[in-house]
């Protein structure tokens, strides 16, 4: 079966360091499964982080059930994704203000504007860290196609 060529190391690394949305699916407790769009940042350490409100669907499932996945692609052609498949935990601190403004700053246009859509959304609730660490994957580079 043909298949689109891969993304090398270097694509990736430049892919993942764009602000891009990731959609990360979990399981409920019915078996269904949730896919929820996060914002993100890669870590050194091959993990990728988000951040979202402690009471939500995915923050209540992972607790349950860790396993995951989670797919980070572009959405202009020509096209390149990867398809990560892997387990998450929960992880503090919790309203981290200068964490969050770091990683929502390639979104929000600087750490200045970060930091102030940080504290507008823990006031709306405490936010936590979802830490997805990857066990597998699949890229696709379509240009190379």
């Not at 891969?6 to 690394?13: C, S, T, V």
């Not at 499932?61 to 387990?87: A, M, Q």
Request: charged letters at 25%.
């Amino acid at each position: 079966m043909p298949q689109m060529p891969p993304l090398n190391d270097e694509g990736l690394k430049e892919m993942l360091s764009q602000p891009l949305v990731g959609k990360l699916a979990t399981q409920s407790p019915k078996g269904e499964l949730r896919i929820s769009p996060m914002w993100f940042m890669a870590k050194d350490d091959g993990s990728i982080m988000m951040n979202t409100w402690e009471d939500t669907g995915p923050v209540r499932n992972l607790k349950r059930n860790p396993k995951c996945s989670l797919l980070i692609d572009t959405t202009e052609f020509p096209y390149t994704g990867v398809h990560y498949w892997g387990t998450a935990s929960i992880e503090g601190p919790e309203n981290d203000v200068g964490g969050m403004a770091k990683m929502f700053a390639p979104y929000r246009g600087g750490e200045e504007a970060a930091t102030e859509y940080a504290k507008q959304l823990i006031g709306w609730g405490k936010r936590v860290y979802i830490r997805f660490t990857p066990a597998r994957k699949t890229t696709w580079d379509f240009r190379q196609g």
